[in-house]
């Protein structure tokens, strides 16, 4: 398959999906200078037709991310200084609270890019609303969030809530009872507020991270891999749901399987857990990990790299996600997808229906991503594991 069709085939017009790749990319800031390359350019990068690029760009531009100059290029577009950002009114406010760290930009891009695809489908932007993790920032105020979505003229909320500390669930806590007291009903996106087996009290739509943890395990054990490990890192529903999965598919073999379960140390420096896991994992004789998400795949390989592993020889590595770097080097990682635009469509469907049925119990919808096969588990055929970034067919 070549790129033009890969991209003609992914859920909606191939315009649509480069439109999602170049907006993460304006996001995460890769055009230092703001300059962007030529439509032409773009459509030889990406391996698509001069028409599918413009019309990403057009969307772009319509999106607010990117100025045409005339005679100079196409740029993007700076941030508007606070005092001139007019008020946006939509029904539905978004809320992300992105884990910190240095995949947080990336993540954000992946987590958005499905609700910037409704938003252009339905012409109707999300009211976006500014809620940190760090409770020494000043817009981590809960009061401060419920008050942004209420001005933006939100009729309900989707809200992706924090995973990374009981001051962060606190936080969340206190940020839902005040949509309560305001008449916004919420839906979570991706995972239950933190807290183990924690009941769900609001309706929420995630990605099918059961699914996502036994599909991966099995990939790992029709590989022949004997000891694979799985890595979590908070007790989340997004993460028990996927150890579920995992441990589902390690018990379901025949070959009697041992579970290997690492959790690092809460509240470690994200970059020194890749040296941490990559110690573990050795100490273990493991020789398959299972990561919660991409980046810290990519972490954990170089660490395994530095260390005289050969990866996948030694050491297979999945992430989960499909996160652009994961595919942005010769080793690419294989990973099960994050289902962005469908969790977006289905957060804006359970919002109209709870403001139709306030009464209703609350809903959960998991909706399946999908196993992108790379070299990070399975070798090429034709050449070594390092030199080939094409998923393997599956």
């Not at 009981?166 to 916004?184: K, M």
């Not at 890595?231 to 041992?258: E, Q």
């Not at 969790?343 to 306030?358: D, F, Q, S």
């Amino acid at each position: 398959m070549n790129s033009t069709s890969k991209m003609a085939s992914e859920d909606g017009p191939g315009y649509f999906a480069l439109f999602e790749k170049l907006a993460g990319r304006i996001r995460t800031g890769e055009w230092g200078d703001g300059r962007l390359p030529t439509v032409r350019a773009l459509a030889a990068e990406y391996g698509v037709s001069a028409y599918t690029a413009q019309k990403a760009m057009q969307i772009l531009q319509h999106e607010g991310l990117i100025v045409a100059k005339d005679r100079s290029g196409t740029f993007v577009a700076p941030a508007p200084k606070p005092a001139a950002v007019k008020p946006v009114t939509s029904p539905w406010a978004l809320v992300l609270r992105v884990s910190p760290g240095p995949s947080r930009q990336a993540s954000e891009a992946a987590s958005r890019v499905g609700f910037d695809r409704v938003a252009v489908e339905s012409g109707m932007p999300f009211v976006p609303v500014v809620f940190e993790i760090d409770p020494r920032d000043g817009n981590a105020n809960p009061d401060v969030a419920v008050r942004a979505a209420v001005a933006g003229g939100a009729k309900g909320v989707i809200f992706l809530p924090s995973r990374v500390s009981e001051a962060g669930r606190q936080q969340d806590e206190e940020f839902l009872a005040g949509c309560r007291s305001a008449g916004l009903p919420v839906v979570l996106v991706d995972r239950n507020i933190r807290g183990p087996a924690r009941s769900l009290t609001h309706d929420l739509v995630a990605s099918d991270h059961f699914e996502g943890g036994r599909t991966c395990t099995e990939h790992l054990i029709s590989t022949g891999r004997k000891r694979i490990a799985c890595v979590l890192a908070s007790p989340t529903s997004s993460h028990s749901d996927r150890l579920a999965g995992y441990l589902y598919a390690i018990g379901a073999n025949p070959g009697g399987l041992a579970p290997l379960v690492l959790y690092p140390p809460e509240g470690m420096d994200q970059t020194a857990v890749f040296g941490w896991l990559a110690d573990q994992v050795l100490a273990e004789r493991a020789d398959a990990v299972l990561c919660y998400q991409d980046y810290t795949a990519v972490g954990l390989i170089l660490e395994l790299l530095l260390r005289g592993t050969t990866v996948p020889a030694d050491v297979a590595v999945v992430g989960c996600d499909d996160l652009p770097i994961g595919n942005s080097f010769t080793l690419g990682v294989t990973t099960y997808s994050y289902p962005s635009t469908e969790i977006a469509r289905w957060a804006v469907r359970l919002l109209e229906n709870r403001l139709a049925h306030p009464t209703d119990p609350p809903a959960k919808m998991v909706l399946p991503g999908r196993l992108i096969v790379r070299n990070s588990s399975v070798p090429s055929s034709r050449t070594p594991a390092v030199r080939s970034t094409r998923p393997l067919p599956e």
